[in-house]
Structure formats: structure tokens, C-alpha cells
């Protein structure tokens, strides 16, 4: 072997080593060093090259190709560790410098349904699956409908202001904001033919100071039963099986004598309670013929029933809440529970 071809073995042994070197280097100053050792001016490059002086042209030419390639093998190799190293550089930076947005998304709670529009969807479940539809009508009316029709007289107290809100549209208390749910009774009775069976549920309002067990501005849900043949018995039963389905099985109802202008006879309605007491939970009674009468029924043809209760004192009821105003203070610990 001559001295010029051992030479290049040794630089083609060096460079290999250095290639390895550069392909696992974790740093950007072991890149240095192996480019150093096989490049720099004390390299087998360095040695390499000066030997090249010494030849005769044609070799000189072909052991320089030879350098040459060697070169920029290193060259090529040291470029690409620097390039793969600056890479992982900038993964490393953007990933101590990400934003987890879904860490920030996870601890938000998802909104639910108030409890007052729980307790309003289940009525309607339990009602609608007993035949019952539902119907609803506008939050303010007139007075027929509010009061009129629904045999109401003028001198009633419920028609004056301590009791009504009055709406400034119209005659003087001749537009109000309906103090029950009754007045969609009439204007399905006016609008449908028997036999009819609905309920409407709706917000209600009256000039009540908000206390413990009273709102100014609270829901409620009525039924109306209009058919040939109906009698209290139908009343009863019906009041029965909704108490049973909305409460359980083991909660009762029962009926005693009231007054309400717009039903003949009427009754209030009460539901058993753990302790053996009983608690009033509505009004209700067969349709006043009058009323029948002024919706264009023929009360000898056609007889009814009613009855209402409030939406939020049952919800109060149901979840042993012992005053009505956390339904509307709007704190979200209390709502949270439900």
C-alpha cells in the first residue's frame, strides 16, 4: 500500500468514526468537537491535504476528489445534527411555552334547568301521559278574560289594585298582567270545541310582597276537563292519580268544600304528608255554568272541571325548601343542588 492510499484509509476510518459521532451527538458543542478532530487544522483532513503537495498531478487529482468527498460527507453529516438538534430546540420551547386551553375548558360547569321549569316539565310529562294536552296564552290580558269571563264581578277584591297589576294600555283596570292561568281556559273554550282536555302552565303575577311563602311573580298550572257526563268523581280521580304519579304511591289526596267564583261546587285539594298531616296544594271544582255559558258551551249539554295549583310551591314541597325566595335569589350553590 502506498503512503498516499494509506492516508486515505485512515481518513476514510476517521470520517466514518466522526459520522457516528455526529449522528448521536446531544449537543451542539459535541458537533464541534467531532468536526474539529477530522476537519479542523490538526485533523487527518489537515495532514490529508498537505500531503496532496507531493504528488504527481494525476494522482494529485484523483486523492484530492477523494478529500474532497470525504469533506463534504462531514460537512452534509455535521449540517444535519446541527439541523435535527435546532429542531428538538424548538419543540422543547414550544412546549414549555404551550397553553393547555382544555386544563382552562374542563373545570367549567355545564348549566342545567332551574327548578321551577323541572318541576313545570314533569307536570306536563305526567299530565300529557294521563291525556292531557298542553296550551298556553299570552301574560297580559284584558280584564274579560283575567276576570269577566270567568265570573268574576267588579266589586271582587281580586280586581282591585292591591291584588292586580294594572297595565297602563287601554281603559283604566281594563288590561292587567293575569293574575292566573285561568284566563287560557277561556280562550280555549272560545277557540276549541268539547270535549277538551288541557292544562296550561304559565308565569303569573300579582301585587304580592315576596315573603317566605309568597312571590310576586310565580308559575302555576291549570287543568280543564270539558265533556259530556263529567262529574266531581272525575274531579277526584284525576286529582288522584296525578298526586300519585307526581309524588308516589304512598302520598293521598282529599277534597273539601271551598269557594271559587268561576266553579260550582268547588273544593280545595290537599295531599297527605309523612307526619300524617295534610297540606293544601290547590283550588279546583266543576265549571260555573256561567262560564260555560259565556264561552259559548251549552252548559246542559257539555260539563266540566278545573283545578290550579302553583308550580313553585310544589317545587318547594317536593325538595323540602323551606322558603320560596331561593327559587328566584339566583344563588348557584343553592341551584347547583338540583
Not at 315573603?211 to 266531581?232: C, K, N, Y
Not at 304519579?245 to 268561576?262: C, D, I, T
Not at 268547588?266 to 290547590?282: T, V
Not at 310544589?314 to 347547583?336: Q, S, T
Amino acid at each position: 500500500m502506498t503512503q498516499t492510499e494509506e492516508m486515505l484509509s485512515e481518513l476514510a476510518l476517521a470520517a466514518a468514526a466522526a459520522e457516528g459521532r455526529l449522528a448521536a451527538a446531544d449537543s451542539l458543542e459535541a458537533v464541534t468537537a467531532a468536526e474539529r478532530e477530522v476537519l479542523g487544522r490538526r485533523s487527518v483532513m489537515a495532514e490529508a491535504k498537505k500531503s496532496l503537495g507531493g504528488l504527481d498531478p494525476d494522482r494529485r487529482r484523483d486523492a484530492g476528489r477523494a478529500v474532497n468527498q470525504v469533506r463534504e460527507r462531514l460537512e452534509a453529516a455535521a449540517g444535519r445534527a446541527r439541523a435535527r438538534l435546532a429542531e428538538a430546540a424548538r419543540a422543547a420551547r414550544y412546549e414549555s411555552e404551550r397553553l393547555d386551553l382544555t386544563e382552562r375548558l374542563n373545570p367549567i360547569r355545564r348549566g342545567r334547568l332551574h327548578l321551577v321549569t323541572q318541576a313545570r316539565d314533569r307536570l306536563e310529562d305526567v299530565f300529557v301521559g294521563m291525556g292531557f294536552t298542553v296550551v298556553e296564552g299570552p301574560e297580559v290580558e284584558t280584564a274579560w278574560y283575567n276576570f269577566e269571563a270567568l265570573n268574576i264581578p267588579e266589586w271582587h277584591p281580586a280586581r282591585g289594585e292591591f291584588d292586580t297589576i294594572f297595565v297602563n294600555l287601554g281603559q283604566p283596570e281594563e288590561v292587567m298582567l293575569r293574575s292566573h292561568t285561568s284566563p287560557v281556559q277561556i280562550r280555549t273554550m272560545e277557540a276549541r270545541r268539547p270535549p277538551i282536555y288541557v292544562v296550561a302552565p304559565g308565569r303569573t303575577f300579582r301585587a304580592d310582597t315576596a315573603d317566605a311563602t309568597h312571590l310576586p311573580a310565580f308559575s302555576q298550572i291549570e287543568g280543564l276537563v270539558v265533556d259530556r257526563g263529567i262529574t266531581m268523581g272525575d274531579l277526584a280521580g284525576t286529582i288522584d292519580e296525578f298526586v300519585k304519579a307526581f309524588f308516589g304511591g304512598e302520598v293521598k289526596s282529599r277534597l273539601r268544600p271551598s269557594y271559587f267564583p268561576f266553579t260550582e261546587p268547588s273544593a280545595e285539594f290537599d295531599i297527605s304528608r309523612p307526619d300524617g298531616s295534610w297540606l293544601e296544594l290547590g283550588g279546583c271544582g266543576m265549571v260555573h255554568p256561567q262560564v260555560l255559558s259565556n264561552c259559548g258551551i251549552d252548559p246542559e249539554e257539555w260539563q266540566g272541571f278545573a283545578f290550579g295549583f302553583g308550580i313553585d310551591r310544589l317545587a318547594v314541597m317536593r325538595y323540602g325548601l323551606d322558603d320560596i325566595r331561593e327559587l328566584v335569589n339566583n344563588d348557584v350553590r343553592f341551584l347547583r343542588q338540583f
